[in-house]
């Protein structure tokens, strides 16, 4: 094919169909994508789904522990997840810089692919285009994706049953992806290397739903971090949380590097980990549950939904004080996922 | 919300949150989005479903009769619509150039709910990400769609019902899209103004479907023109096809500006055209009906499947020759949708 991708790449004429064929349908195989119709032709268990999209342009396109296609899979799939849907379906489309390594490109295709195939979805439909060198930066990708719902999860990603005595949950460490990608810049120049923690939490979703506790709320704690979706959740719902920041892990190089540059890891993006919400009786058996999975051996009860201070998330520091924890005015780190 | 998008359009921070509200939740007003959840949550009427995606990168943003809004919008509506199925749901990507234009993002989000609303669809989930200036060419734009689909209609995407003698029908004139936007790059110093044919086909697909005629397949004419359609239909179906050019319309200013540009408007682009295919029985009533509807106006027979050269399109040219057609090799209008 060359080494480098032509605008005939998205022309819809030779040169696309071969890639097509060559890359696409040799990583992402399978019988709903090779029909090569319009649409994905789909048959469905259930007629109750949940539905979402992303794009990712995150700079660079490669980082320790993941790259931008392993990340594009993972967000989709954990979108759906946290809503207590299950993955099935996703599509992938391409914006690419004339002149992009075919190289790279199947590297980052492969990633997806082999993620797609972890997690037990299929890319079934996708679209590629290609722009002149300089009207975009490398690769773009976004992806959308399609999961089964069970009416009886319809009330966890709107958390319409969350009270006051629930309980505040997270699986592991936080910031971790956001300082893997200024790592990644050789922002500042530190010579650390910090891995993202990007993973698809379907598996470990299932496992928790599966215990029968009743999940009132999850969410994954991507761009903005956990502060901003405590403070989306606070706000929307005009309840009050109070964090205990003791609680919260934060690995030492995510943390020293946070230092150093001025961030405050509760700001900064994560793309394995979701905040959940449980009745008190429910979250010790659900926190354990999560510590046998992969991604949630540190997994923690961080705080509780409280009676007061309605509308605002409280954090409880180390030394006795309590801050609100308020949402982000500006963008601190472009281009993150 | 100021003149420009900033970087903190895109951070999921107070900024995003403020567009979200003023922009997107104004425009595109619907219950399910309005909900906020991490994934839209539907409930299907049938669990057979088209999902397709498309972005789009169209170069400039606005043109005569459209604009990347309404192409993105129509062009998901279209690809669902084509595979028999009742387009339903759409979701909306934005990548945002930092600098780009508040008031022209707003022209483009009211073209697609005004797109969305005209064709019965739900725009119910998306996402914006911002990218540094000269990171990205002012705004691309992805849709991706679910339609439901009635089982009796799953073989129109794969056409495997088609025979020789079946008829080959188009709603209207050719290359319309694919000059536009020329026109609108003033190539060449064309003092020509040349509409777009973008538009939702949904309705006039329905009104096709509902006579009741067995329609054998359908496909939009889009990158690559009607060529690449019956390219890729001959070579995949392994069937062969003829095409009268006296019966193909090409609008007078159209034929113009490819005849002066070397450009065959065969190949090029339209964002409101479909080949079908029906059995010569069904042809005419399907032709009339078609004609009736706003969008198919001057519908044509213009081939048919016929027993020879299988596996080949072959076009019957004006002075009584004959050629083959075949599939673009390079890209000959990059970001033309």
Avoid: W
Wanted: contains cysteine; charged residues 25%; aromatic residues 6%.
């Amino acid at each position: 094919m060359g080494n480098n991708i032509l605008l005939g790449h998205g022309s819809g004429g030779k040169l696309s169909h071969k890639l097509i064929k060559e890359l696409f349908f040799t990583y992402f195989d399978n019988p709903i994508l090779k029909l090569q119709t319009d649409s994905a032709l789909l048959t469905l268990e259930r007629s109750t789904i949940a539905f979402t999209t992303d794009s990712y342009v995150v700079d660079p396109l490669f980082f320790s522990g993941g790259n931008i296609g392993k990340l594009a899979v993972c967000g989709t799939i954990n979108d759906i997840a946290v809503s207590g849907a299950i993955p099935q379906y996703i599509s992938a489309s391409f914006i690419i810089e004339e002149g992009f390594s075919l190289k790279e490109l199947e590297r980052i295709v492969s990633s997806m692919a082999h993620e797609a195939k972890k997690a037990g979805v299929l890319i079934v439909t996708g679209d590629t285009k290609v722009v002149n060198k300089g009207q975009c930066d490398k690769l773009f990708i976004n992806t959308s994706g399609i999961g089964i719902l069970d009416d009886k999860y319809k009330s966890i990603s709107t958390g319409e049953t969350i009270q006051a005595g629930d309980k505040i949950i997270i699986n592991g460490s936080i910031g971790d992806h956001g300082m893997s990608i200024m790592a990644a810049r050789n922002f500042g120049n530190f010579k650390t290397e910090i891995k993202t923690d990007c993973a698809s939490l379907n598996h470990m979703i299932k496992e928790i739903l599966d215990t029968k506790c009743l999940v009132k709320f999850m969410r994954d704690a991507t761009r903005g971090g956990i502060a901003t979706i405590l403070c989306e959740l606070t706000e929307s719902k005009n309840i009050g949380i109070e964090i205990d920041e003791s609680t919260v892990a934060v690995n030492e190089n995510v943390c020293g590097m946070c230092e150093l540059l001025g961030f405050d890891p509760f700001y900064i993006a994560n793309e394995g980990k979701i905040i959940l919400i449980a009745s008190a009786k429910d979250a010790d058996r659900i926190v354990d549950v999560m510590r046998r999975n992969e991604f949630g051996r540190t997994s923690a009860i961080i705080g509780e939904v409280v009676n007061n201070h309605h509308g605002k998330a409280v954090l409880k520091t180390g030394i006795g004080g309590k801050r609100i924890i308020d949402m982000l005015a500006d963008e601190q780190l472009p281009r993150i996922c």
